[in-house]
């Protein structure tokens, strides 16, 4: 099993910047990708961004250019920087790990609320 804690939420005015941190326990994910999804009230789950095992990323199109994700294998932690930020970025954000060479989440975390003031 695989324990994930996410921090770094808060409330922040609109054009400042937010890094978020998930850490996970139980056993090493060095191995699988991880991701950040997020998901606002009334909305379905979305991906925000993901990083393989290798270090290659990919970003939905609405945060591209304004969100870094990265990961410390050391630490087991993988990070969410988010510069720019737009009162639609509003959401709680879940860090998840994902199955072994595949695209499927094994396991969530269990979310950290970040809203974005205008």
């Known amino acids: 099993q695989v324990q994930l804690v996410e921090s770094g939420g808060g409330l922040v005015q609109a054009g400042g910047s937010l890094r978020l941190s998930c850490v996970a326990s139980?056993?090493?994910?060095?191995?699988?990708?991880r991701a950040w999804h997020r998901q606002a009230p009334g909305k379905q789950r979305e991906l925000v961004a993901a990083?393989?095992?290798?270090?290659?990323?990919n970003y939905a199109d609405s945060v591209k250019g304004r969100f870094t994700i990265s990961r410390d294998n050391a630490k087991n932690t993988v990070y969410l920087q988010m510069n720019s930020l737009k009162p639609e970025d509003t959401a709680v954000y879940y860090c998840?790990?994902?199955?072994?060479?595949?695209?499927?989440?094994?396991?969530w975390g269990q979310g950290t609320q970040v809203t974005v003031s205008s």
């Open positions: 998840a790990v994902r199955r072994l060479g595949g695209v499927t989440t094994d396991y």
């Open positions: 139980g056993r090493t994910c060095s191995s699988r990708a």
């Open positions: 990083i393989t095992s290798g270090g290659s990323t």
